[in-house]
């Protein structure tokens, strides 16, 4: 149930990304240092908190397997991305990226409350950048941007969803614990090497543009040791 308040956050960062990329469209610089920034957060909170709940279980057939099927999911998930183009498909593709990030963040408070606050500051970075982006590519498609704030509120509604689909798994064996704590690392390994990095590097690059990577990782390193 605490996996459900926190969703909360990140599903008002997918409006409030959508609403500020209404108002003002922001320069691909800054859509750039903010997706190495996500990346960074991300990253952090995948290998300082899912890895090592999977790594204290040490299950290999529950690791290779949920890891197996995290993997298939995602490069599935880009397969159709690839294939489809226009308003429908990118719609489609955000809504289960969204709905997977609920279900990694519901699986994150099963791993413990602070591996899920954590990683509710990571995906809340990502999705804010995610609402940024559906915003302008639907302002371009539909021409209002009334249609563009409804539709994306609603998509932003599959965050929470996806952490309810998590719930049961609180309450289920270690092993299958663990299998679907191997899934969201996969995940969230995906997320930030063929979906942020990947589009970060499309736009302008610089050093300090770069280093933001670092900056998040080493940010979300110090409030975990800060919260103990």
Known sequence: M????????????VIAGAALALMRRPSPAFLSMMQHLAAGVVFAAAATEILPQIKHEANPAATLIGGALGVMVMLGLKSFEARFRGPVALLAAIAVDLFVDGLVLGLAFVAGTKAGILLTVALTLEVLFLGVTLSAELTETLKSRFRTAVIITQLALLFPLGAVAALPVANMSPVVIVGFLSFGLMALLYLVT?????EAHEKPDTPVISSMFFVGFLALLTIEELLG
Do not use: G, N, W
């Open 194 to 198: 063929e979906e942020l990095l990947v």
């Open 2 to 13: 605490l996996a459900l308040v926190y969703t909360i956050v990140p599903t008002l960062a």
